[in-house]
C-alpha cells in the first residue's frame, strides 16, 4: 500500500489543457444550508474526485475562499464549477430548466433527476434505487437536514442505513456514499 503525506496529497493546480481533458458527468451536488466549513471543503474534494460538473452552495453555506475551506478541499475548489444560490429550491429550478442533451439509450435521461440524501419516513436505502443521469444529490444543514421543501419536490429520498448504535453519519461522508454509489452505475 502506498502510504502519501500532505505534500504528495496536494497536488499541482492543474493547467487550463488538464481541466479540458476531465470528463465531467452529468452529477450536480447541491448543498442546503450546509455550514461546516470543514465538510463544505471536503465536499469540493469528493466532487473533483466524482468529476461533478458543479456544486451549489445554498442559504447559510459559506462560499470561497475561505481558509477552512481552501485546507479541507486541497484546493479543488479553484477547479470544481460552484455557484451560490439563495436556496437549494432555486439551484434545482435553476437545473431543471437546464437544456440537457437529448438521451443516450443506455445511460442518460434527458431530465434532472434530484435525489436528496436524508433520513426521512418515505426515504429508501441509497443502494436500491435506480439512479438516472443527470441528477442532483441534495445534502442537508448538518442538525437541521435538507429542508422540508426540497424533501417534498425531490424524486428520490434516499438515507443509508445503520447497523451500531449511532444514527447519522456526517453529511460529507453521506454525501460520499451516494455519490461512488451514482458513479459507480455509470462507469
Known amino acids: 500500500m502506498i502510504k502519501l503525506g500532505a505534500r504528495e496529497l496536494r497536488t499541482r493546480e492543474p493547467s487550463e489543457e488538464d481541466l479540458k481533458k476531465i470528463k465531467k458527468n452529468p452529477l450536480y451536488i447541491i448543498l442546503d444550508n450546509v455550514l461546516d466549513t470543514y465538510n463544505i471543503g471536503s465536499i469540493f474534494r469528493l466532487a473533483d474526485a466524482v468529476g461533478a460538473k458543479k456544486i451549489f452552495l445554498c442559504g447559510s453555506t459559506e462560499t470561497p475562499p475561505n481558509h477552512r475551506i481552501k485546507k479541507a478541499s486541497v484546493d479543488t475548489w479553484k477547479w470544481v464549477d460552484?455557484?451560490?444560490?439563495?436556496?437549494a429550491l432555486e439551484a434545482i429550478a435553476k437545473l431543471k430548466?437546464?437544456?440537457?442533451?437529448?438521451?443516450?439509450?443506455?445511460?442518460?435521461?434527458?431530465?434532472?433527476?434530484v435525489y436528496a440524501v436524508e433520513q426521512y419516513q418515505k426515504s429508501v436505502s441509497y443502494n436500491k434505487v435506480d439512479y438516472q443521469l443527470p441528477c442532483a444529490v441534495v445534502v442537508g444543514h448538518e442538525t437541521d437536514g435538507v429542508s422540508k421543501e426540497v424533501l417534498e419536490m425531490a424524486d428520490e429520498i434516499v438515507e443509508i442505513p445503520m447497523f451500531g448504535v449511532n444514527k447519522s453519519l456526517n453529511v460529507m461522508v453521506s454525501c460520499g456514499v451516494v455519490l461512488f454509489e451514482i458513479a459507480r452505475k455509470f462507469k
Open 82 to 87: 460552484w455557484e451560490y444560490a439563495p436556496t
Open 97 to 113: 430548466t437546464f437544456p440537457f442533451a437529448k438521451a443516450s439509450a443506455d445511460r442518460q435521461n434527458s431530465k434532472l433527476k
